[in-house]
């Protein structure tokens, strides 16, 4: 049976301390970090996980702004939110919640962050200097990644890891942490031929292909380490016979219980550290100006 990495446990531990740094923080600095989150539009699955960030934000002690814009904004009019926010000394971190509408070009907005603000990572700037090994601001759900497989207690070095999915939010990024970790890293997808057998080598299975139960028992190696970044809403049928919805990972969770090592729950797992780890860039960007 495997153990389950609590995820929200590992979160909450980290926002308290970070929590216990904040008086410190303001009294040698003179002010409390600061982060400025926007969301355009009403997609629902957007505003619960900024709402996360906001709250979670609330108890670490930082000053945090939710900037709410209507889905008809013009990309120029954001362009210029995000300008005036770069140019205001009281916000450090600056995130702009993805998928943003159709007629906004995502890759001029994200381009348009200070790169010293940008507490997502996703600036091209950020970006370089990760894979250049150099100082950087890493991206928040491939840095909660890590920290979940390090409370295991296993070394990184010299396992092999697969990552199942390529995006630049998660696949591409954990590739390269778990890289500068000494694995021998295979980045699969959903065209990979050989996909069962390529998760069976894995010692560590990140999944993040956005497909509900797409990782079967039989593609995990017994004792793996088994990370499921996957949030998919599903429909179900209630305990009272009424018809609902519930979140589910990319793991067949139940199944894989019995042949991983350590398996991360969904919900309360990647979840809650990436917002957690959201928190301790907004930090580290504070510290940096000073
Ligand atoms: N949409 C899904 N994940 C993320 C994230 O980590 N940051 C932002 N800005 N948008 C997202």
Redesign the pocket.
Same mark, same amino acid.
């Given at each position: 049976m495997a153990s389950i990495i609590d995820g929200k446990a590992l979160s909450l531990s980290l926002k308290d301390g970070m929590k216990a740094q904040m008086e410190g923080l303001e009294a040698e600095y003179g002010r409390r970090p600061g982060l400025a989150v926007i969301i355009v539009g009403e997609n629902p699955a957007?505003k619960s996980?900024v709402a996360g960030k906001i709250k979670a934000a609330a108890y670490v002690g930082m000053d945090s702004r939710l900037i709410e814009l209507p889905e008809d904004i013009s990309e120029d009019a954001l362009l210029a939110k995000i300008g005036k926010l770069n140019s205001d000394s009281s916000v450090d971190g600056i995130?702009?919640?993805?998928?943003l509408p159709e007629h906004i070009d995502e890759d001029k907005v994200i381009d348009a962050i200070a790169l010293e603000k940008d507490v997502?990572g996703?600036h091209p700037g950020n970006v370089a200097n990760l894979w250049l090994g150099r100082p950087c601001t890493v991206?928040? !759900?491939p840095k909660g990644i890590i920290r979940m497989i390090e409370s295991t207690g296993i070394d990184i070095s010299g396992k092999n890891a697969v990552v199942i999915g390529r995006s630049n939010?998660v696949g591409k990024p954990v590739a390269k942490l778990l890289l500068d970790r000494n694995a021998t890293v295979t980045i699969a997808h959903s065209r990979t031929g050989n996909l069962k057998e390529v998760c069976r080598q894995a010692d560590i299975l990140v999944v993040a292909i956005g497909r509900p139960g797409f990782v079967t028992a039989d593609m995990i190696k017994p004792g793996a380490v088994v990370i499921d970044v996957g949030i998919n809403r599903i429909k179900c049928v209630k305990e009272d016979g009424s018809e609902g919805t519930r979140l589910v990972g990319d793991v067949d969770f139940n199944a894989a219980l019995d042949v991983a090592g350590h398996i991360t729950p969904v919900p309360g797992g990647v979840g809650p550290m !990436?917002i957690t780890m959201?928190m301790e860039n907004t930090i580290e960007c504070f510290k940096r100006k000073f």
């Open positions: 957007s996980y995130l702009v919640q993805l998928p997502d996703f991206p928040c !759900t939010i !990436t959201l």
